[in-house]
């Protein structure tokens, strides 16, 4: 929510004091009332296509706003006729030919330029064979694929202990949300009805070949068969005691939640999933996952579209830091209520990290506004390092937020893996061979460590007060320069890409107390300087996750640059010419309101497969790198700081704090 925020720009003041001033004054003008920030998180059309199929399969294909979600995926389709993954990507075969039924399911004419330029574009990539494992399982929901040719998910793999190498722990907590609601799909197998003029025989390709698989590949795809023939055989009590085992799973996570793990495929799943058990369209497990789904629309005129979900502690988190490290007063009440607003936000329940640990105290914070059962390293590890910069100097206040900050790092703490780093939500996450199983090929089975996760946990230990002869810094320090490649970049596993590996490899080793001069960081430096644009800027594309050729190339953007420009400090070159062309692309390209325009995509969800858009990026990392940047000593010479916080003139002091 927008308000307005009283600032005095004082005449005199240098550009970069201006510029920070400014940044500060959008950033606070879309703060929460009750102190929180959250940016739009936006996604690829898959969102769309399904939220529409949803629609149809609940009989409210009728209403306005599926027309409307219809007319942002038009909007959304590229000049070829295919749909992407993200703006300015290769065409996705599934995306486009869930678009294309989505569509036709609204009524669109397949014989409108537009549909044909569609179906010739999904022909050419192979058309329905050649979409992966999930997108066929929808269409046999809807009886547009065969349900014998869509790879099994057996149900009885809830059942199989812990202890066994192939169990649904083994696999990514996002792939688990996703596949238990998926295997009772499987299972019993629901038909919705489509009217005949909706279906899309037109899209099978009689001359797809699909690719040679591997010799694990081959072996699960044996076994798949073996599956598909053993579901006809009289194994009723074993299968029955699955699917009830999986009702009550995902049933159990959706308490106190925004639907199942907070984010889109697994709600959707689940609502497809407890009408397969017989779940009414009244049941409230099912309207409390419509109206999850229903939170994350965006409407804007005659369009809606949908968000994957919500990253308010993210951004919050975010914003406090940038804040702060770029002078802004750590007790101002602003940064006090988003503080409060994040004390509120920690997993409470015994999720599935929990699992094997009889004395699991509590754990870290989630990302989402709801989503207890869920916490997550990367962010646990980010709001760590914002609170601890918080000054909450008052009784209770002060008590509450230690104890959060105490008991998070105990959980994040144990959350480390045997090789050194940091994984997202689980540990020991990493079998390579569950990626071959035939419903594998959304490529986010595994959850194994990654050098961006790692580098923040660094970055969250120093903060609190570690340094690297703490032992788990140690053995994270020692991952992470494991993980550097050869010519001097870190894989980013969650941002894209090797800039933002990068950029936090060199932050994090360097604030945990590796010397700037240390070779690893010294060609990581080399390597962020190559990379630099003539415009002075940074920029990767995140087709650099299909060809690594195209490592840190792209056109520059606010948000990388600002990364590079925060590793190259880091690595203590404040004084060279690189950090301050790269300070000068931020000044000279920030709007008058504060804020920097940004259309490229940086964020990562899953890579090669879905790609995240966070529309807060070019507001607090370009304003995090400035503030960085005024502090350095280079910034300190050439008279470039933050005001004092006594001429900023901001929002009241709370009632009842005395004034500072």
């Known amino acids: 929510m927008e308000r307005a925020v009283q600032l005095k720009i004082h005449s005199g003041t240098s550009r970069l004091e201006q510029s920070l001033e400014a940044s500060w004054k959008y950033l606070l003008s879309i703060q929460e009332e009750d102190g929180h920030w959250c940016g739009e998180l936006e996604g690829d059309t898959i969102l769309e296509s399904e939220y529409i199929l949803l629609m149809h399969f609940l009989g409210r294909a009728h209403e306005k706003k599926a027309w409307k979600v219809g007319n942002y995926l038009r909007l959304r389709q590229d000049a070829g006729g295919a749909w992407t993954n993200y703006p300015g990507g290769p065409a996705d075969v599934s995306a486009s030919v869930k678009a294309y039924f989505a569509l036709k399911l609204l009524g669109h004419h397949p014989e409108e ?23 066929k399982i929808y269409l046999a929901i809807f009886g547009q694929y065969p349900w014998e040719k869509c790879p099994s998910v057996p149900p009885e793999l809830i059942l199989f202990p812990r202890r066994f190498y192939f169990n649904i722990y083994q ?56 599956m598909k023939r053993l579901e006809g055989l009289p194994f009723g009590r074993l299968r029955e005691a699955a699917l009830d085992r999986a009702e009550r799973w995902t049933l159990a996570r959706l308490v106190d939640s925004d639907g199942l793990g907070a984010i889109f495929p697994p709600i959707v799943n689940t609502i497809f999933a407890l009408r397969a058990r017989g779940f009414g369209l009244d049941d ?47 007790d101002h009440q602003a940064v006090a209520r988003a503080a409060r607003w994040l004390l509120e936000r920690r997993g409470d329940a015994r999720g599935d990290w929990a699992l094997g640990r009889q004395n699991a105290g ?15 390293c990367d962010t ?41 780093g940091w994984a997202a939500f689980d540990r020991g996450c990493d079998r390579e061979i569950l990626t071959k199983v035939p419903f594998a ?49 870190w894989y980013g596993r969650w941002g894209s890409n090797y800039l933002y590996g990068t950029y936090l490899a060199i932050s994090g080793l360097t604030k945990i107390g590796v010397p700037p001069s240390d070779p690893a960081l010294r060609r990581g430096a080399a390597w962020l300087r190559e990379c630099q644009n003539a415009d002075g800027g940074w920029g990767e594309s995140l087709a650099s996750y299909d060809d690594p050729a195209l490592k840190g190339k792209g056109p520059s953007t606010p948000s990388q640059t600002a990364w590079a420009v925060l590793g190259l400090i ?40 879905f790609y995240l858009r966070y529309h807060l990026y070019p507001v607090y990392f370009p304003l995090l790198a400035l503030g960085v940047y005024s502090k350095s000593e280079a910034g300190r010479r050439r008279g470039l700081h933050p005001r004092p916080p006594a001429e900023i003139h901001l929002q009241p002091v709370l009632a009842g704090e005395p004034t500072r």
């Open 113 to 135: 330029p537009y549909m044909q330029r569609a179906r010739g574009a999904i022909l050419d990539l192979g058309g329905l064979e050649a979409c992966n494992s999930f997108t």
């Open 171 to 226: 696999m990514s907590s996002w792939s688990r949300a996703i596949l238990v609601p998926l295997s009772i799909i499987s299972a019993r197998k629901p038909r919705c009805e489509v009217p005949p003029e909706a279906a899309i025989p037109e899209l099978f390709s009689p001359g797809f070949r699909p690719p040679a698989k591997t010799a694990w590949a081959s072996f699960f795809y044996t076994i798949d068969a073996m």
């Open 284 to 330: 409230p497990a099912i309207l409390s996952q419509v109206s999850a789904l229903e939170e994350l629309e965006i409407e804007e005129g005659e369009t809606i579209r949908i968000q994957p979900c919500f990253s308010p502690v993210w951004d919050t988190a975010y914003a406090i830091h940038s804040l702060v490290e770029s002078g802004f007063p750590a």
């Open 362 to 376: 509590p754990a870290g914070w989630y990302f989402e506004y709801a989503n207890p059962f869920y916490p997550d």
């Open 380 to 420: 646990t590890a980010q709001v760590l390092a914002s609170l601890n910069k918080v000054r909450l100097s008052f009784g209770d206040d002060h008590t509450r937020c230690q104890k959060a900050i105490f008991e998070a790092h105990e959980w994040h703490l144990s959350m480390q893996n045997a090789d050194g």
């Open 441 to 489: 090929d959304h490529n986010a089975m595994l959850d194994p460590s990654t050098s961006d996760l790692t580098a923040r946990a660094l970055e969250a230990l120093a903060e609190l007060g570690y340094s690297f002869e703490f032992p788990p810094a140690r053995r994270g320090i020692e991952f992470l320069l494991r993980e550097q490649g050869p010519e001097g970049a």
């Open 570 to 609: 880091a690595a203590g070159e404040a004084e060279g010419s690189a950090v301050r062309r790269g300070v000068e692309f931020l000044l000279d390209r920030q709007r008058p309101d504060g804020s920097w325009a940004e259309e490229e995509w940086t964020g990562t969800g899953f890579p090669r497969v």
